[in-house]
């Protein structure tokens, strides 16, 4: 499934080369898979204390 993923990033980069698109998704990506892999390593304590999602990093 990344692999794909990862496959559709790289040719959509050679469609459009936008930085702030790119940096977008693959920030919201690379969430994603952590939110995953949290949840697959440890399902209990993300059911019992569901914590909210980091805030992004802020750009200067």
Request: net charge positive.
């Amino acid at each position: 499934m990344v692999k794909c993923c990862v496959g559709w990033l790289s040719r959509r980069k050679v469609k459009d080369v936008r930085e702030g698109w790119l940096d977008r998704v693959a920030r919201s990506a690379q969430r994603r898979i952590r939110d995953m892999v949290a949840q697959a390593m440890a399902p209990s304590r993300h059911r019992r204390a569901a914590q909210p999602p980091p805030p992004p990093p802020q750009q200067q």
